[in-house]
Structures are given as structure tokens and as C-alpha cells.
């Protein structure tokens, strides 16, 4: 495998993308560049581009401007070693993006290997979204009923109480799903025609998905 190579992650909410980047990160050494995180943080801050990011996301539930993106993801890619394996996950995640995401790439002298689309229906994305809550310090998913019970939402690594995105909401996930299927699906069409696209089941336990993944990126 090129040391370089460089993996998009596509998929609705509730894929599991965050799950699978985790895979990659422990079993292979990638770095995990997570767009959607470094905006959210952003949301959170007390300042102008925070409250527009925050109004955009939280209120709006739409996506962020492309020059939001181009600034998050060139600043993340800056520090990372040219002969790491780089996972880029929350974009691009419209049409106009792709050409935006190819010049970063560039100038850092990368080209998007692979594209894994992870896909599932939007009841399954509403179903598990429902039942997710994070760590606010770690960022980790957790399901409730799965990996903690009533009364213990508690993250066994940071032991802090766990917390949910303002947008987990069943009226919130079905926006962004909609949003994903008008927005992303034309990209995961782009990627398709490039023969560069893995598309995989988002309803398979996540070892056995990681399987499938990792097989991939080992091939190229």
C-alpha cells in the first residue's frame, strides 16, 4: 500500500463512518481528518465564525459554505506527515466540493485513492441516531440499550457523563438525511464513474465491515 494513500468516507448519519475511522486509526496508523467534528467545535466558539457555523448547522440544519470547508480541511491536512494514511471523513459532501477537496489534495501531493460509500436506509439512520450519545471530551459514540444502560451514560475511558448533538433529533436526522441524499449521493456517483468508489453494507457488524475495508486499502 502507498503510504499516502488517502480514503474518503461517505455515508448517511448512523452509518458508522466514525466507527470505522477508528478501526483504521488503531489497526493501520491513519490520521483521521473528521470535518464534521472540527465544524461543530467551531460552533461551539464564541465568535463570529462560530455563530455563523452554529446558525448554519444547529438552526438551519443545512451544509456549511464551501470556503468553510476549504479552510478546516487545509488546516488539518498541514500537519500531517507526507507518508501517512490520511481518512477524510465529511467531505466532500456536494458536487461543488470534489474539485475543491482534489486542490487541497494537491497541494500536499495526494489524490483521493478510494472513496467507501457506507451505505443505509434513512429509518435505520433515524433508528440508531435516536438511540446515540458522545463523549464530549473523546468524541466516542455510544448507543444507548447496546453500550450502556439507564442511568449509566457515563464514558468508561474519560469517566464524564455522556451528551447528544443538538441535531439528534428524529426531526433533525431525517433533514440531514435528505440533505445527504441530494447532496452526497451525487458525489458518491462521481466517485462510482471514477472507479475508485467501494461501496459496503452499513447494516453489517462493524468488525466484519472493517473486513471489507481494510481489504481494499491493503490492495492499492
Known amino acids: 500500500m502507498n503510504t499516502s494513500f488517502t480514503v474518503i468516507l461517505l ?3 448512523g452509518s458508522g463512518k466514525s466507527t470505522q475511522a477508528d478501526f483504521l486509526v488503531r489497526e493501520m496508523e491513519a490520521i483521521h481528518v473528521d470535518i464534521g467534528l472540527a465544524l461543530r467545535k467551531t460552533a461551539e466558539m464564541n465568535t463570529p465564525l462560530g455563530a455563523r457555523v452554529s446558525d448554519i448547522m444547529n438552526r438551519r440544519k443545512e451544509l456549511v459554505p ?5 479552510e478546516v480541511l487545509s488546516g488539518a491536512l498541514a500537519s500531517v506527515p507526507p507518508n501517512r494514511l490520511v481518512i477524510i471523513d ?3 459532501r456536494c ?3 470534489i474539485g475543491i477537496i ?3 489534495l494537491k497541494t500536499f501531493e495526494r489524490v483521493v485513492n478510494l472513496a467507501v460509500y457506507v451505505a443505509l436506509s434513512e429509518e435505520e439512520s433515524v433508528r440508531r441516531i435516536s438511540r446515540r450519545w458522545m463523549c464530549p471530551q473523546c468524541n466516542r459514540p455510544f448507543i444507548a440499550g447496546v453500550d450502556f444502560q439507564e442511568g449509566t451514560a457515563q464514558c468508561p475511558s474519560c469517566h464524564i457523563p455522556l451528551s447528544r ?3 439528534d433529533t428524529e426531526e433533525g436526522v431525517r433533514k440531514r438525511f435528505q440533505v445527504f441524499a441530494s447532496n452526497t449521493l451525487p458525489v458518491v456517483e462521481h466517485y462510482r464513474k471514477a472507479g475508485t468508489l467501494l461501496e459496503v453494507d452499513g447494516t453489517k457488524d462493524p468488525i466484519a465491515l472493517f473486513g471489507d475495508i481494510r481489504e481494499h486499502v491493503v490492495l492499492h
Not at 66 to 70: F, K, M, S, W
Open 165 to 167: 448533538r443538538k441535531d
Open 11 to 13: 455515508g448517511p448519519p
Open 95 to 97: 458536487s461543488t466540493q
Open 102 to 104: 482534489d486542490g487541497i
Open 90 to 92: 465529511g467531505a466532500p
Open 66 to 70: 464551501d470556503d468553510i470547508v476549504e
